[in-house]
């Protein structure tokens, strides 16, 4: 049977619909906050119209058929052989990152993060009170890289490592001889690892990713995995994620930070959203989204390099996430993101709110028109931003 064709060009308003991405500012064009905008896979959609049309939503329990939907999927789609019994159901993986950290480290301990890095993190350990130990990542030839020499002296300051796999904001899909590289030094300095693997399932054709704990025992035995269908599949509105550990000790810290916050099942929606996509079709579907996304990427980057040539556009090995080195034309991008809001209605993130600000972040996962409406205002904007 032929697989069928999904359709990512067509332009779905999304204005007045409580969307934070298009509502948050009116007007404005937002090639910024990481959701996409097409529309989810029809597997997903008929699972929550059953839902829907059953009609009650009661209180509820999460049944074998979500943790066997997640069991069958990494196994699948990465090699990953996961337990039921590793698994536990959250609400979203920024709070799931906060169960993870109050679990696993005390008031006043160091946090090992690679810089730059998703914003919300450092909320995350501030908020818990935990301490940022910053192991920035090497910039070189227009890639990043890890410092491991330096990662290694971190390792003396901290209790835990926040890993980014693969990696946001930089696109960097991390090889498994760098994972691996990685987890040996934490093994040796006593740091345990949580790994926020939300990305994991967007990367160009012919790519794949290694998951973290998957690599060898020792690894799953000293990490605590965080992964949701919500990036990949456009259901971040839905709040559904997994903290997975096969480290029962772990596992039984987090369990006990979960029910000092009554921390409760999530909804009927977010477990049939998950079912919904971890099928065949929502598989067919991911694929196509994904060759859509690269061709988009190129899209820009070849744009970039036509008009502004100045501007290096990283390889964007993982993610919808393009990041953009803007050093050439400017020392700091905070301005320029406020002057395209105002002066030509289009948000582009500067890289000031992930640590570097020399950068940008553009989402280039909508219809091809959007994206080409939004990188001629961009372009217009910058011109003229240059010439003042």
Known sequence: MAKRIYDFDTVIPRENTSSFKWDYKPGVLPLWVADMDFRSAPC????????????????????????????????????????????LPVGGLVPGTSICLTALSGPGDGIIMNTPAYNAFFH????????????????????????????????????????????????????????????????KNGVTVISDEIHCDIVPPGSAYTPFASIKEEFRQNCVSLISPTKCFNIAGLQVANIVTANPELLKKIEKVMDWWVYTDMNQIGEAALQGAFTEEGENWLDQMNAYVHQNYLYMKERFAKEFPQVHVCDLEATYLAWADFSALMPDTKELQDYLIDNYKVWINSGAMYGDDRFVRINVACPRATLKEGLDRVFAGLSAYLSR
């Open 44 to 87: 997903i959609l008929e699972a929550i119209q059953k839902k829907v049309d059953h009609g009650i939503f009661g209180y509820t329990r999460t049944p074998d058929s979500y943790y066997n939907s997640v069991i069958n999927w990494w196994g699948r789609r990465h090699g990953w052989t996961i337990r039921k019994e590793w698994i």
């Open 124 to 187: 995350c350990i501030k908020d818990c009170d935990r301490i940022l130990v910053q192991n920035k990542l090497c910039y070189r030839d227009g890639k990043y890289c890890f410092d491991f020499e330096d990662f290694e002296r971190r390792c003396q300051e901290a209790k835990v490592f926040l890993l980014c796999n693969p990696h946001n904001p930089s696109g960097r899909l991390w090889t498994r001889g760098e994972l691996e590289r990685l987890g040996d030094i934490c093994i």
